[in-house]
T-cell receptor
Framework: GAVVSQHPSRVICKSGTSVKIECRSLDFQATTMFWYRQFPKQSLMLMAT?????????EQGVEKDKFLINHASLTLSTLTVTSAHPEDSSFYIC???????????FGSGTRLTVV | GQQLNQSPQSMFIQEGEDVSMNCTSS?????WLWYKQEPGEGPVLLIA?????ELTSNGRLTAQFGITRKDSFLNISASIPSDVGIYFC?????????????FGEGTQLTVNP
């Protein structure tokens, strides 16, 4: 149990376009999901906390107008990178708190390359 | 954001050797988690620790929640090539829903056959 599906796994987009990444909890309801960004050989850095039915909470330094988060249902959160630039290229990972609220399950990540 | 101090940063060992890595913090955590991440994948939970002093095993992996609640270690016994990956510790300060995780910098493990 406690499976989180993240899609797409890889995406290449042109500079200036927008990209949407989906994070789904497949066998449990997730009132809270988290979005992370990871650069090569570095740890995961929390970007924002996504709460079902309310606005996301962004970490300091993360532009909320650039990284749009929508958590419209208990099983789906989306991250949209708007007007992407090459410096936005990174590995984006979501996680969700599973039903017993004591574990965090991670998606498989999305490798974004902006050219 | 704040990170945990995780060491060592990398390890190169021979197959069959035991491995130990640890995380320390200046702050108290209520939960310690250990994850493994392979290239191009998200982290996978190995062991979760919920009580100070708790010692938990998962196969060849053993982890402990420090008594002070400011540290944790992970041991891997009799390493095998598939143990290769990056190991992250993570701490959670609150048990309530929505509490964020703080991650260590990771330990890159290489196992030579």
């Amino acid at each position: 149990g406690a499976v989180v599906s993240q899609h797409p796994s890889r995406v290449i987009c042109k500079s200036g376009t927008s990209v949407k990444i989906e994070c789904r909890s497949l066998d449990f309801q997730a009132t809270t999901m988290f979005w992370y960004r990871q650069f090569p050989k570095q740890s995961l850095m929390l970007m924002a906390t996504s709460n079902e039915g309310s606005k996301a909470t962004y970490e300091q330094g993360v532009e909320k107008d650039k990284f749009l988060i929508n958590h419209a249902s208990l099983t789906l959160s989306t991250l949209t990178v708007t007007s992407a630039h090459p410096e936005d290229s990174s590995f984006y990972i979501c996680s969700a708190i599973n039903s017993n609220r004591r574990g965090y399950t991670f998606g498989s990540g999305t490798r974004l390359t902006v050219v | 954001g704040q990170q945990l101090n995780q060491s060592p940063q990398s390890m190169f060992i021979q197959e069959g050797e035991d491995v130990s890595m640890n995380c320390t913090s200046s702050s108290i955590f209520n939960t310690w988690l250990w994850y493994k991440q392979e290239p191009g994948e998200g982290p996978v939970l190995l062991i979760a620790l919920y009580k100070a002093g708790e010692l938990t095993s998962n196969g060849r992996l053993t982890a402990q929640f420090g008594i002070t609640r400011k540290d944790s270690f992970l041991n891997i016994s009799a390493s095998i090539p598939s143990d290769v990956g990056i190991y992250f510790c993570a701490g959670q300060r609150q048990e309530t829903s929505g509490s964020r995780l703080t991650f260590g910098e990771g330990t890159q493990l290489t196992v030579n056959p």
